[in-house]
C-alpha cells in the first residue's frame, strides 16, 4: 500500500494559463474523488469516478474544469483559463468501495493563480 | 441540503483530553468520520462511526454519536504536542455517490 500520489505538489501559474493534475490512488481502490480545499474551510467535493466512469459532478466544477480517469487507474484534473479564485488545495482521494466507504486523502496540489 | 458545523477552535493543556463537537443536518447519514490535517499534507482518517452505533473508542480517541440531536464528539485523552492539528468531522451523505461531506475544521492547539 504506497498511498495516494498527487503531482505536481504545487503549481503557480498564471491567470488564464490551463494546469493539469494527476492523482495516482491505492492500486485496488476503484473508487476515486477530487475535492477542492480554501483556506479555513473543509474539502469539497468536485467529482467521482467509479473506475473509468464519471458518475457525479458537482456544480462547483465549471465548464473550465474536466476530470478523467481513463483505464480506471491514474486520474486528471484539468482547469483551463485559470482564474484567482481557482487557487486552492486540490485533493485526491481513493476508496475500495465498501459500505463503510473509508477515504484515503493524497497530499494534494496546492495551486496559485496569479 | 447536506451540512456538518464545528467549533473553529480548540486549546488543551498537554496531557488533559480534548473534546471536539460537530453536528450534522442529514438524519439518513450511515456513518461519520473524524479525519485528521497537519500543515500542508492531506487528510488522515483517524476513526468512523456507523450510526447506529452511540460511542466507539480506539486507543486514545473515544468517538460519541447522538443521532438523535445529529451531535458528534470526538475525544483525545492525554492530548499530546503531536495531536496539534486541524480536526474534519464528515458524513456520508445519503444523496448522490456516497461522497462525504465536511466540516469546516477545528483548529486544535496543545501547549505545555
Known amino acids: 500500500d504506497t498511498g495516494v500520489s498527487q503531482n505536481p505538489r504545487h503549481k503557480i501559474t498564471k491567470r488564464g494559463q490551463n494546469v493539469t493534475f494527476r492523482c495516482d490512488p491505492i492500486s485496488e481502490h476503484n473508487r476515486l474523488y477530487w475535492y477542492r480545499q480554501t483556506l479555513g474551510q473543509g474539502p469539497e467535493f468536485l467529482t467521482y469516478?467509479?473506475?473509468?466512469?464519471?458518475?457525479?459532478k458537482s456544480r462547483l466544477l465549471s465548464d473550465r474544469f474536466s476530470a478523467e480517469r481513463p483505464k480506471g487507474s491514474f486520474s486528471t484534473l484539468e482547469i483551463q483559463r485559470t482564474e484567482q479564485g481557482d487557487s486552492a488545495m486540490y485533493l485526491c482521494?481513493?476508496?475500495?468501495?465498501?459500505?463503510?466507504?473509508?477515504?484515503?486523502f493524497g497530499s494534494g496540489t496546492q495551486l496559485s493563480v496569479l | 441540503g447536506e451540512d456538518v458545523e464545528q467549533s473553529l477552535f480548540l486549546s488543551v493543556r498537554e496531557g488533559d483530553s480534548s473534546v471536539i463537537n460537530c453536528t450534522y443536518t442529514d438524519s439518513s447519514s450511515t456513518y461519520l468520520y473524524w479525519y485528521k490535517q497537519e500543515p500542508g499534507a492531506g487528510l488522515q482518517l483517524l476513526t468512523y462511526?456507523?450510526?447506529?452505533?452511540d460511542m466507539k473508542q480506539d486507543q486514545r480517541l473515544t468517538v460519541l454519536l447522538n443521532k438523535k440531536d445529529k451531535h458528534l464528539s470526538l475525544r483525545i485523552a492525554d492530548t499530546q504536542t503531536g495531536d496539534s492539528a486541524i480536526y474534519f468531522c464528515a458524513e456520508r451523505g445519503s444523496g448522490g455517490y456516497n461522497k462525504l461531506i465536511f466540516g469546516a475544521g477545528t483548529r486544535l492547539a496543545v501547549h505545555p
Open positions: 482521494a481513493s476508496s475500495r468501495g465498501q459500505s463503510n466507504e473509508k477515504l484515503f
Open positions: 469516478f467509479q473506475n473509468e466512469a464519471q458518475l457525479e
Open positions: 462511526i456507523f450510526s447506529n452505533m
